[in-house]
């Protein structure tokens, strides 16, 4: 597995990694892919390259990208302000559990430590697994907005042992 910045032509696939990380429960079905059309959800990726704070790495495995991991400044579920960025992580399904998730979300914040940003923040669900990856990885939870987190990280400390996946 390979890990590094997403190409310019790469960038419509963030369409894909969206709907993957939609957190469905147990037993429920997937939405149908217009969600995706949603403002709401269009905001992650719509232009991905050209705002502020739009950052993204990405997992190659082969020559298949396996998962992504992007930020940008965004009024989203996970908006803190209009200066710290908001994540979003997404590995194919056939993928998870192998360690991809940890790696680019360190990754992504070795990207925008290096960028000048403070802090990250991003949102998930309280029953969705990947809480323990956030917090593992240093984001503490901010706020419970419904179903929701809110957490943050600080990017001013910890980011040294992030630097080794960096490549």
């Not at 032509?9 to 059309?37: H, K, M, N």
């Not at 998962?67 to 590995?91: F, K, N, Q």
Request: with cysteine.
């Amino acid at each position: 597995m390979k890990i590094r910045k997403i190409r310019p032509d790469e960038t419509e696939l963030l369409r894909e990694f969206l709907y993957q990380a939609i957190y469905l429960p147990e037993g429920v079905e997937p939405p149908p892919r217009s969600v995706l059309d949603l403002p709401q959800l269009r905001v992650y990726i719509d232009g991905f390259g050209t705002r502020t704070g739009d950052c993204c790495v990405v997992a190659e495995v082969g020559t298949k990208l396996v998962g992504a991991a992007w930020s940008r400044i965004m009024e989203d579920y996970g908006h803190i302000d209009d200066h710290t960025p908001s994540l979003a992580i997404s590995v194919l399904p056939e993928h998870r559990g192998r360690g991809i998730g940890t790696c680019l979300l360190k990754t992504l914040l070795v990207c925008l430590q290096e960028a000048g940003y403070s802090q990250a923040s991003l949102s998930v669900q309280k029953d969705n697994p990947a809480r323990h990856l956030y917090l593992r990885e240093g984001f503490a939870l901010l706020d419970e907005q419904g179903t929701e987190f809110l957490m943050l990280r600080s990017l001013q400390t910890g980011a040294d042992e992030a630097e080794e996946v960096w490549q």
